[in-house]
């Protein structure tokens, strides 16, 4: 697909085009000769394969491993992809699982071949893609499949004015690798698949949420369809009065007429009693 943009120039120029040198390129692979290999970090913080116990099929030039907590977040990202039709058979042909079963003196670590699930294992794995045969293998297949699954998921959740297609990722995703080998980075597998995982189109942005929400059923874009239209029915609307109604309002007005007449009746100051003593004695 686009994993290593330069390749092919690369073994022009290491391997002279003779017919044996050729067929080792795209040999089946023979996993029984795959049993360690040996990694080393590097100052980007990837782990960068140093040897391997299959150098003959096996190019430890710019090749990555994947370690325990990058695949962690790779199966994070490839998670809400479920939803739309993620085949998980094809994530575990992907990649050779491997175990850390020895770190040496100087940092290298010694990496043994191990037979768990790539998905299912408790143990810490080490992830290697099967990139021997680049164009049509395992790891190609898993590429061009969680592309596809990322396309259909940004056009289900973003209101596109024409829908994204995989050409429009894959050609930016190839822009970013040729930038990278001009300058002289070699591209990680942790990179180029976090990369495909995480695309957004400038421009557009996806919340948390919305990816993890699962594609759209009808009646959610119904509901969200109606959310937009302004019925224009008053909320506050009157409400027709009936007969228990009146007796209320009758009860109120006694108690109204009630405290109106207690005001009215309340008995005479003092200097008014007075006035009215003297007035009788004359």
């Known amino acids: 697909m686009y994993r290593n943009a330069f390749n092919a120039q690369k073994v022009l120029i290491q391997a002279p085009h003779t017919q044996e040198n050729v067929a080792l390129q795209y040999m089946p692979n023979s996993t029984s000769k795959l049993t360690w290999c040996k990694a080393r970090l590097g100052e980007d913080m990837n782990w960068w394969i140093k040897e391997i116990s299959d150098p003959v099929h096996w190019d430890v030039d710019a090749l990555g491993v994947i370690d325990p907590r990058q695949f962690a977040h790779i199966l994070e990202l490839i998670e809400p992809l479920s939803d739309y039709g993620l085949q998980t058979d094809i994530v575990e042909e992907a990649f050779y699982s491997f175990g850390i079963d020895e770190v040496e003196e100087d940092k290298t ?23 021997l045969d680049e164009e049509k293998g395992p790891y190609a297949d898993f590429l061009d499949h ?10 289900d959740l973003i209101d596109f004015s024409q829908n994204l297609t995989v050409e429009e ?12 080998y001009i300058d002289g ?10 990369a495909i995982l995480e695309y957004i189109p400038d421009g557009f942005e996806l919340d948390e949420d919305d990816e993890n929400s699962g594609p759209k059923s009808e009646d959610e874009v119904l509901e969200k369809d109606l959310a937009d239209v302004d019925a224009g029915v008053d909320t506050e609307e009157k409400i027709e009065t009936d007969e228990t109604m009146k007796w209320d309002e009758e009860e109120e007005e006694d108690e109204e007429e009630e405290m109106n007449y207690t005001e009215t009746t309340a008995p005479p100051d003092e200097k008014d009693q007075d006035e009215k003593v003297e007035d009788e004695k004359k």
Do not use: G, W, Y
């Open 169 to 180: 990722l894959e050609e930016e995703i190839r822009e970013a690798q040729n930038a990278d």
């Open 146 to 155: 969680i592309t596809k699954l990322r396309i259909k998921l940004l056009n």
């Open 185 to 194: 980075r070699a591209s990680h597998f942790f990179n180029e698949i976090t």
């Open 109 to 131: 670590i010694l990496l043994k071949r191990i037979k768990d699930s790539i998905l299912d294992s408790d143990e810490q794995i080490f992830a290697l893609p099967d990139v």
